[in-house]
């Protein structure tokens, strides 16, 4: 019998047990960091050593960090269900926790593309680089010979793989939100395309901004939480 599909979406809050800060808690990143200045092509052409310097940060402490039981147990689910993940995060931990599709809304920290290339044109992949947990500088060029920048999504960027995210959830049979507050369009309205009579199941310690009449919230950390999804699905 064909596997059901679960399909996944995730946001800071399911790598905050990994050591990494949310972006709008209580000293969240966004406390500390003006998303004006590190997140937008305007900060960008300001200033682009202190944003090179933000995402190098970011390489770096992910570099040294590990994925967490709530990533592990999302791979574990590929046993069982087709599963997709929809991520915001620019970190690697579903990837290494063993996750096989992911779908990254925002970019990826290990990757970079020229500032201006064929990407800003067509959304192709075909300028994108692993760069691993180096650093990128000023002066360091794509073959094309343009700066280097973070493959990262913008505020104000278009978001090339909503597309491809809105097909995997309109085909969802079993649809879990974690750890996001649901407040970056276009990814907090991906909900809307889940088809009428599939569950949807809530995984954060906060109220989260979603009304529709068939969620079930688990009031909990990720990792909590998903070790209680795994048993409410062992038992459905
Ligand atoms: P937010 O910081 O907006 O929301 C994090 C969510 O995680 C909140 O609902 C928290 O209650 C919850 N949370 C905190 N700790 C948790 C834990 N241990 N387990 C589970 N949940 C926990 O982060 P996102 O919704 O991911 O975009 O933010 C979306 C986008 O805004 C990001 O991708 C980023 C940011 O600007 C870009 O940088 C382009």
Known sequence: MAKKKLVVL??????????FSTF??????WDRYDPQD???????QRNPKYVLDFYNGLREQLRDAKPNQA????AELEKDYEVT???????????RAGS???????????????????YEQSGSEREVFDIGYDKIEIGDKAPNGKQLRPHI??????????????????KADIFVI??????????????????PKVPIYIIDPQSVAIHDNRTTHIREVATEGMNSLRKILENG
């Open 10 to 19: 995730s946001g800071a809050g399911v790598s905050a047990e990994s050591g």
């Open 24 to 29: 709008r808690d209580n000293d969240g990143l």
């Open 38 to 44: 590190v997140a937008t092509p305007e900060g960008w």
């Open 71 to 74: 990533h592990r147990i999302i």
């Open 85 to 95: 993940v929809i991520t915001q995060n620019v970190d690697n931990l579903h990837e």
């Open 100 to 118: 096989t599709r992911i779908i990254h809304l925002h970019g990826e920290a290990t990757k970079v593309r020229p500032e201006v290339g064929v």
């Open 153 to 170: 999504v913008w505020f104000g960027e278009a978001v090339p793989k909503i597309e491809a995210a809105i097909d995997e959830v309109a």
């Open 178 to 195: 974690v750890g996001t507050s649901l407040t970056v369009y276009p990814a907090a309205g991906l909900y809307r395309y889940v088809g």
